[in-house]
């Protein structure tokens, strides 16, 4: 139902800032929270952040106090403010929308975009 698009990864020395944006299509948008996932090469794809519809946000530990969530739904998009960055951030960044299941834990409702690389190096 949501076509996602994501930029704004890179290269960037540890300590280092970047700021991701996922472009949603669809007019369902600002009724969906939304996520931020990662995956680094043979691991598991991790949900890091999510922002609820009405703005709330929720971290990954790894991630708490470096990563900020935000959201402009009269653009339709998602942004990830990454902090501080540490070489273990190192992965491919992917959004989606996101639900709660009945235990309380997120779920992904659409399909997979290409994401971004974010590569942490010195």
């Known amino acids: 139902q949501v076509q996602l698009v994501e930029s704004g990864g890179g290269l960037v020395q540890p300590g280092g800032s970047l700021r991701l944006s996922c472009a949603a299509s669809?007019?369902?948008?600002?009724?969906?929270?939304m996520g931020w996932y990662r995956q680094a090469p043979k691991k598991e794809r991790e949900l890091v952040a999510v922002?609820?519809?009405?703005?709330?946000?929720n971290y990954a530990d790894s991630v708490k106090g470096r990563f900020t969530i935000s959201r402009d739904n009269a653009k339709n998009t998602v942004y990830l403010q990454m902090n501080s960055l540490k070489p273990e951030d190192t992965a491919v960044y992917f959004c989606?929308?996101?639900?709660?299941?009945?235990?309380?834990?997120?779920?992904?409702?659409?399909?997979w975009g290409q994401g971004t690389q974010v590569t942490v190096s010195s």
């Open positions: 922002i609820t519809s009405g703005g709330s946000t």
């Open positions: 989606n929308a996101v639900r709660l299941d009945f235990s309380g834990n997120y779920y992904p409702l659409g399909s």
């Open positions: 669809g007019s369902i948008f600002s009724i969906n929270a």
